[in-house]
């Protein structure tokens, strides 16, 4: 779909529902979604396992015959199991893990992060912007994260930390979340790490998050194709604390007889609940055949085999 004066087009994608609506009164009116081509990832389901792979290799493979081309996703993954799993839900998860979050543009699959990308899109209070409410919150609560796992080859601690991040909007307003106790870690246990830089990425994701979430903000804005997510916007003529850069998490086009606007909002979306499983062997069941059990130095040796629709793979552990 192209606008008029427009080089950039608003979307792009395929038309998978038509509804048709009939009233009393014998009018008639077509309603017609489509989605981009992620929407493609959503209808397929496997069970397989991704071997040692980044988060590019594994959006490639995901995306197979989609025509989309990866952009970003350097961070390795590791060994990667799809569960009865979509394909789509598989990316997201990953995907959010390592702080990145899939965003089609054109033909490209962009793997980017809380920050935003390109140069801001100018925005003035009175001119091209029409509206704004933002949020500063104490309730993300959180300065800093610390996530601690074990790697499934050795049953070694990973662990790691963060502290920094670029994910808040780029202005002066603070929330202050220590004058209400706030401003602590947020801690990630027990999870399936690869690596530390599995760890690191996953503390870094979880930070992400909480920070971008400080200051949040919905624009109403002159109607712009640029204007979607994974962009940034550069806002003026607001609070001078509040006037700055802000990453855009969604964007909704209005075209009707009033005109064209943009409505964008910065709240990224909401993090994942601890307790709630996820694609990591450790959130699933497995059944387990001993291969071979010896005794020696201070601890026990015991070689298993675990049986599973992904193929047979053997592990050694030692037992103290």
């Given amino acids: 779909m192209e606008l008029g004066g427009q080089r950039t087009p608003l979307f792009v994608g395929e038309v998978t529902v038509v509804e048709h609506s009939y009233g009393a009164d014998l009018s008639q ?6 989605y981009d081509a992620l929407h493609r990832l959503r209808k397929r389901q496997f069970t397989r396992l991704h071997s040692d792979v980044d988060l590019a290799g594994l959006a490639r493979t995901l995306t197979e015959g989609t025509g989309l081309q990866v952009v970003g996703g350097a961070a390795r993954l590791g060994e990667v199991y799809q569960c009865a799993r979509s394909d789509l839900s598989l990316l997201v998860e990953q995907s959010a893990r390592v ?4 965003v089609v543009d054109g033909d490209a699959l962009r793997l980017g992060d809380l920050s935003g990308e390109g140069e801001p899109i100018e925005l003035e209070l009175g001119s091209s912007l029409h509206s704004a409410e933002v949020e500063l919150s104490q309730e993300p609560a959180y300065l800093g994260a610390k996530s601690t796992g074990w790697r499934s080859d050795d049953a070694s601690v990973q662990e790691a930390s963060a502290s920094t991040s670029d994910a808040k909007a780029d202005v002066s307003a603070d929330p202050a979340l220590p004058s209400v106790g706030a401003g602590g870690d947020l801690l990630r246990d027990n999870e ?3 690596s530390p830089s599995a760890a690191h990425g996953l503390a870094q994701a979880e930070l992400d998050v909480r920070m971008a979430g400080q200051v949040t903000a919905v624009f109403v804005a002159d109607g712009d194709p640029r204007l979607r ?9 607001l609070a001078t604390s509040l006037e700055g850069t802000y990453a855009i998490a969604t964007a909704t086009h209005r075209l009707d007889g009033t005109g064209y606007e ?3 909002t910065t709240r990224p979306r909401n993090p994942r609940p601890h307790g709630v499983p996820t694609s990591s062997p450790w959130a699933q069941c497995w059944m387990w055949k001993i291969r071979r059990a010896a005794a020696g130095h201070a601890f026990g040796s015991l070689r298993i085999r675990r049986l599973n629709r992904l193929g047979r793979r053997s592990s050694q552990w030692e037992l103290e």
């Fill in 192 to 194: 399936a790490l690869a």
């Fill in 229 to 237: 997510a994974g962009r940034r916007v550069r806002v003026r003529g």
């Fill in 99 to 102: 702080g990145a979050y899939p």
């Fill in 29 to 34: 009116e077509v309603r017609v979604r489509a």
């Fill in 262 to 264: 943009t409505t964008i």
